[in-house]
């Protein structure tokens, strides 16, 4: 989201349909070789021309990122998304590159990373040291309207057992520089290394939130509050609750598919804290298995439920997540296209088994980032 909704310039909080925006991350990659090229700069000089600040550097070379602007109907903000694809290709094309919503490199010289000229990563490298060597990776970030923090942590607490439904859903990172990684989604493998990274802890409060945040800070474990990475978190910047759990999503339908999942999820939760459950404390191993099985097969095999415990096919995830989110999606607007679209994820597969398709048609990586390319602007992946 960018700074049309801030602390500075509060926005009134509406609780049956609030505003929602998405930030992605894409690849820059060169068309004649389909290796990521480390020329973010000069793209980002031509798209902010017309994105402004809409537009951003990322922390490797290789790495550009767009924002949309908050949005009350997740119509608008697939609109939103579909322009800012485009200017983003074209101001890639302008330079003689492309770019491609992919989790992760598929080709190229990737390890270390060229990182980006930024004092603030400079203190970070120094702090995290070769962690940043696998940080060409990226990811869709939502943001849903919701200023008051301490909600916004108990609301955390009952997301926690839908992230790895969220990370299946939308795995799109089976290649790393080269190779199959037998993942669907290897982005969340790399980013789980990091000390604050993964799914949060359960908080009883925002006092423990902040202690905790605190602690972590004097400890030197946080270099500031952006680095507080894990998959939910309140927004360091915005008044927003910002769930960041997924691979950047292959089509600019499946953001924004994504974009109204996220927020249903958020209402959902708030009716509940509202109501006085504190949520769900799941175990912190269940939840790891349930991160690992969903970044390894994505919709195929079967899922974990983190919290019983039991297997569950992958496939049936979808059907799962309406269950619990249809009367938010109903209260939105959402529902019928929300429906529609699980639906057709289910047929066409996740992002991850569409990459591994290109390949498998004449066994080349080339073909993965041609097909990432062509399909960078379009509003759902056609049938298959």
């Not at 607007?333 to 004449?362: C, K, M, N, P, S």
Request: hydrophobic share 45%; charged share 25%.
């Amino acid at each position: 989201m960018t700074a049309t909704v801030d602390s500075s310039h509060p926005v009134p909080f509406d609780a049956v349909c609030p505003l929602v925006g998405v930030e992605e991350e894409y690849l820059v990659v060169d068309p004649a070789t389909r290796a990521v090229a480390p020329r973010a700069a000069e793209v980002l000089e031509r798209a902010a021309a017309e994105l402004g600040e809409q537009v951003s550097t990322e922390i490797t070379k290789f790495q550009v990122e767009a924002k949309t602007s908050p949005c009350v109907r997740v119509s608008e903000l697939e609109e939103q998304l579909l322009r800012m694809r485009a200017a983003m290709a074209r101001a890639a094309r302008e330079e003689g590159l492309a770019v491609v919503a992919s989790g992760t490199p598929v080709l190229g010289e990737i390890v270390p990373p060229p990182i980006t000229d930024h004092p603030r990563y400079g203190v970070g490298i120094d702090t995290y040291r070769a962690l940043h060597d696998e940080q060409s990776i990226c990811a869709g970030h939502v943001h849903v309207h919701l200023p008051d923090r301490e909600r916004a942590v108990l609301v955390s607490n009952h997301l926690r057992p839908w992230l790895p439904a969220l990370i299946a859903l939308t795995a799109n990172s089976p290649f790393w520089a080269g190779r199959d990684t037998g993942y669907a989604s290897w982005r969340t493998l790399s980013w789980a290394k990091w000390p604050v990274a993964g799914p949060p802890p359960y908080f009883a409060s925002l006092a423990e939130f902040d202690e905790l945040i605190g602690t972590l800070t004097e400890a030197g474990v946080l270099v500031d509050p952006g680095t507080i990475f894990w998959d939910v978190r309140p927004s360091a910047r915005l008044p927003t609750l910002e769930v960041r759990v997924t691979d950047v999503p292959a089509t600019a339908g499946e953001s924004a598919l994504l974009a109204a999942v996220v927020r249903a999820l958020v209402l959902v939760s708030l009716e509940r804290v509202e109501g006085g459950d504190p949520g769900p404390r799941l175990s912190a191993e269940l939840l790891r298995a349930a991160y690992w099985q969903a970044a390894r097969d994505g919709l195929d095999g079967y899922a974990i439920d983190p919290v019983t415990g039991r297997r569950t096919p992958a496939a049936d995830l979808g059907t799962a997540l309406l269950r619990h989110i249809g009367p938010a999606l109903e209260q939105t607007g959402d529902l019928e296209t929300v429906t529609a679209r699980l639906e057709r994820l289910r047929v066409t597969g996740t992002g991850a088994a569409r990459q591994r398709a290109a390949h498998d048609r004449r066994g080349r990586l080339a073909d993965v980032v041609d097909h990432l390319v062509e399909r960078l602007m379009e509003r759902d992946e056609p049938e298959v």
